[in-house]
């Protein structure tokens, strides 16, 4: 009897666990799914957003500077105003990083997903 129960679970078990089946469990996609493509499409209109955002961050910063440069060798600034003025332009010097950050981010994502 225990010849017969352990001759069942072996055929049960090899037939369970048969090479075909493991096969069959692993599916391998080897194209890129549909969420992904969609955060890929994403991510490119971002991006330039992204570049317009910085153009325009990169000629305002170089206005400030003109017009800073301009009024300062005029003598029109007072100490307070050049400290104002350069704390603005340091600003926008940061919002520009952020931007190339941001932009980098994406084309790394793009570039690893495509």
Do not use: C
């Not at 391998?28 to 992204?50: H, V």
């Not at 000629?59 to 009024?71: I, M, P, S, V």
Request: glycine content about 4%.
């Amino acid at each position: 009897m225990k010849k017969l129960i352990l001759l069942f679970a072996l055929l049960v078990g090899v037939n369970y666990f048969s090479p075909a089946e493991a096969l069959a469990q692993t599916v391998i996609s080897s194209g890129i799914d549909s969420k992904t493509q969609e955060k890929i499409e994403k991510a490119k209109i971002k991006i330039e957003k992204y570049q317009n955002d910085h153009e325009k961050a990169v000629a305002k910063r170089q206005d400030l500077r003109e017009k800073f440069e301009k009024k300062n060798s005029a003598g029109k600034l007072s100490p307070n105003d050049i400290e104002k003025i350069t704390k603005k332009i340091e600003k926008q010097a940061k919002s520009i990083e952020k931007l190339e950050k941001k932009m980098g981010k994406l084309e790394k994502f793009i570039n690893e997903n495509s």
